[in-house]
């Protein structure tokens, strides 16, 4: 069974920088897509950063471009988001997700995901 498990979670003032990861265990993960996601207070979770396990390929959603980065490390199983000059409008629970890819397409939406980790709080103060 795979089993997601974040880190990296916190309080840091705006501008600063956090950086989480996700443990990934229990499977193959060559042919997988790892997304991270972030649910606000009131708010629909929402798609932040996805990469191909295999190629490292990645994608972002438009708002964080430039400033997180999603990364992995094969030999630890394990994906980051690097998140820098962050801001209040980030702070969020933060989900890592795993999907097996079945095509070359990219996974944006929460429902194309089967697994999922419990989440981390990130909160940025003003």
């Known amino acids: 069974q795979v089993q997601l498990v974040e880190s990296g979670g916190g309080l840091v003032q705006a501008g600063g920088s956090l950086r989480l990861s996700c443990a990934a265990s229990?499977?193959?993960?060559?042919?997988?897509?790892m997304g991270w996601f972030r649910q606000a207070p009131g708010k629909e979770r929402e798609f932040v950063a996805a990469?191909?396990?295999?190629?490292?390929?990645?994608d972002y959603e438009d708002s964080v471009k430039g400033r997180f980065t999603i990364s992995r490390d094969n030999a630890k199983n394990t994906v980051y988001l690097q998140m820098n000059n962050l801001k209040p409008e980030d702070t969020a629970v933060y989900c890592c997700?795993?999907?097996?890819?079945?095509?070359?397409?990219?996974?944006?939406?929460?429902?194309?995901?089967?697994?999922w980790g419990q989440g981390t709080q990130v909160t940025v103060s003003s």
């Open positions: 990469i191909r396990w295999y190629g490292g390929r990645t």
């Open positions: 229990g499977g193959t993960f060559s042919w997988y897509a």
């Open positions: 997700a795993a999907v097996l890819m079945t095509g070359s397409r990219w996974y944006r939406t929460s429902d194309e995901y089967d697994y």
